[in-house]
């Protein structure tokens, strides 16, 4: 199994971006889709996850700006990004876990907010 992400680049503050990772392979059952984040540094940070029903929880400094959604019959995940802030810059990774444990990462993809 494989994720690939799309949709990062590089923004001004105030603008938006929306972001996508689809699986690619054999998932039998997905439970959790989320979006993380890293900077130089720092330790990854979850920052929206969804669950298989429907659920959603967000890091409080993105509430309110940023929404995830997923397409099950596609094994995709979404992030659509608005209001950035330079602080956004990161790398984001999708990460989609099954209900035996497993879980996968995608490769990551930058997101640049300029002020």
């Known amino acids: 199994v494989q994720l690939q992400a799309s949709g990062g680049g590089l923004v001004q503050a105030g603008g938006s971006l929306r972001l996508s990772c689809a699986a690619f392979?054999?998932?039998?059952?997905?439970?959790?889709m989320g979006w993380y984040r890293q900077t130089p540094g720092k330790q990854r940070e979850l920052v929206a996850l969804?669950?298989?029903?429907?659920?959603?929880n967000y890091a409080d400094s993105v509430k309110g700006r940023f929404t995830i959604s997923r397409d099950n019959a596609k094994s995709t995940v979404f992030l659509r990004m608005s209001s950035l802030k330079p602080e956004d810059t990161a790398v984001y990774y999708c990460?989609?876990?099954?209900?035996?444990?497993?879980?996968?990462w995608g490769q990551g993809t930058l997101v640049t907010v300029s002020s």
């Open positions: 990460n989609i876990d099954t209900p035996y444990g497993t879980e996968y």
């Open positions: 969804i669950r298989s029903s429907g659920s959603t």
């Open positions: 392979g054999r998932i039998s059952s997905i439970s959790h």
